[in-house]
């Protein structure tokens, strides 16, 4: 029986606590429910195991990809988060299929985007080395094909509206990369009123010029998200990559004016750190940030309904990496910036009512660059000979049937490696110390079976030193 077929009593905590918290808090029940079904390792009763509906036809899709920003792998309900309410999100994934093996591209907000926006690891190409891009010195080439120049190729509308976060101007940009349009920011952080970047530069655009908009800034991406999935585009099938700054710090939620001003005095006084807000926060203002942006793609999707093009959208939504500070990432190690399971682990679901049947739960090992191969295959473009993919299509697996592909998953940051095959999952952390974790046992990553497997440690450790012989080294 291949690794990804195990019944769920197998995976114990690697997915049962989502699994049976979506069932179950996504479903109605108590939390104090949620929880004891979580423990005790059962699936709620409209929950399944995954199954594709065959035979069924669709043109080619629109696409509204959603990327959260440092959201946890349990920060919304329907994965098991205790105290964070996630109703919209919870249909989303009660309307489609929910995935519990995802993971992020990489550990941190750029690279994950190279990886997305390229299908290929992030250390195929200068700018996907930086961990993250924090100046003007690279950026994703706009010489390098995207999903959005290839979907553009193939007859689609393309647009990007929020955090870009793979260069800056003027070499680097949405418009230069593929996509028709872009609104949003081009850094890694803003302050969510002033629109100040890390630098203390003003950071939303339109196109490649400022605009000037001072109202809370997820507020202003739900609108420019919900006119553009409600336009009338001509007969084109559209891609809309979304990608929201909630939950990333500064820790401020919609109404915070008196903290927003402070932290941009300090932003206009010199402080390099403001936006970082290491002295500000709390799990109750991380929660806030989290159901707004629950209530921000509700508003999105109901205008995608409103539209009548619900049918027809596939609609994926995703992490760019693991938690930060404040996220709930129970029962995993780690958070963003480590290869640990909580720093790329993320919740991942799709929704295409055309093709998918609802109130499904996959197992399988996906990660970003498998997305950008899917919806390549689906829109009917192909990936440029010359810029191989690393990801692995799930077209045939989500609407075939197909077995889905036994691979590696690679991943690399600076001082850490990690490579996952089946269950089990090689990692090298900061210390240096190779580890090996039986992941369906042991999520947390807390039982090192490298002394008892070191055939296995080795094989693994092989595969992923292969790899990275094909990547870039790091400057320096």
Not at 86 to 95: E, G, I, V
Not at 129 to 134: D, K, N, T, V
Not at 181 to 199: P, T
Not at 382 to 392: E, F, I, K, M, S
Request: hydrophobic share 35%.
């Amino acid at each position: 029986m291949s690794s990804y077929e195990n019944k769920l009593s197998r995976r114990a905590f690697g997915g049962a606590v989502g699994v049976t918290a979506a069932a179950a808090v996504g479903l109605g029940a108590a939390p104090a429910e949620a929880s004891e079904a979580a423990a005790s390792g059962q699936a709620g009763p409209r929950e399944r195991e995954f199954r594709a509906a065959r035979g069924r036809r669709a043109r080619r899709p629109n696409i509204l990809f959603i990327l959260g920003d440092d959201l946890g792998w349990a920060d919304l309900s329907a994965y098991g988060s205790p105290h964070i309410k996630t109703p919209h999100l919870d249909r989303l994934a009660r309307q489609g299929v929910r995935f519990t093996d995802a993971y992020s591209g990489s550990a941190t907000c750029s690279p994950t985007r190279f990886s997305l926006y390229t299908g290929r690891y992030p250390g195929r190409t200068k700018g996907g080395l930086a961990e993250p891009i924090a100046d003007k010195s690279v950026g994703l080439e706009p010489t390098h094909p995207t999903l959005a120049s290839l979907l553009k190729a193939s007859g689609y509308a393309t647009a990007l509206i929020g955090k870009w976060h793979a260069g800056y101007l003027p070499d680097y940009s949405p418009t230069r990369s593929g996509w028709d349009e872009f609104f949003g920011n081009f850094g890694g952080a803003l302050e969510y009123y002033s629109k100040l970047g890390l630098g203390g530069e003003y950071d939303l655009y339109e196109g490649d010029a400022e605009y000037k908009d001072l109202r809370y800034y997820t507020r202003i991406i739900t609108e420019r998200a919900s006119e553009y999935v409600s336009r009338d585009h001509h007969g084109k099938p559209w891609l809309l990559n979304l990608n929201f700054t909630t939950p990333h710090w500064p820790w401020i939620a919609d109404g915070d004016t008196e903290e927003s001003a402070e932290i941009v005095r300090r932003i206009k006084a010199g402080d390099g750190r403001a936006l970082w807000h290491q002295d500000g926060g709390s799990i109750a203002k991380y929660k806030e940030m989290v159901e707004d942006l629950d209530r921000s793609v509700g508003e999105v999707l109901k205008a995608l309904k409103r539209s009548g093009q619900e049918e027809d959208t596939l609609v994926v939504f995703s992490s760019d990496n693991g938690g930060e500070r404040f996220s709930y990432n129970w029962p995993l190690s780690g958070n963003k910036a480590s290869l640990q399971e909580g720093g790329i682990r993320v919740p991942n679901i799709a929704r295409w009512p055309a093709r998918l049947d609802g109130g499904q739960v996959s197992h399988v090992p996906v990660f970003s660059p498998d997305w950008t191969a899917t919806l390549l295959e689906l829109a009917g473009a192909r990936p440029h000979p010359a810029y191989p993919l690393d990801g692995v299509s799930l077209g045939g697996y989500l609407l075939r049937g197909e077995k889905p592909a036994e691979r590696d998953l690679f991943w690399r940051v600076r001082g850490e490696r990690a490579l996952r095959r089946g269950d089990w999952k090689y990692y090298r952390g900061k210390a240096g110390r190779d580890q090996l974790f039986d992941l369906a046992a042991d999520v947390r990553e807390q039982a090192d079976r490298a002394g008892v497997e070191p055939a296995r440690l080795a094989e693994l450790r092989t595969a992923w030193e292969r790899v990275n012989a094909e990547l870039l080294p790091y400057p320096g």
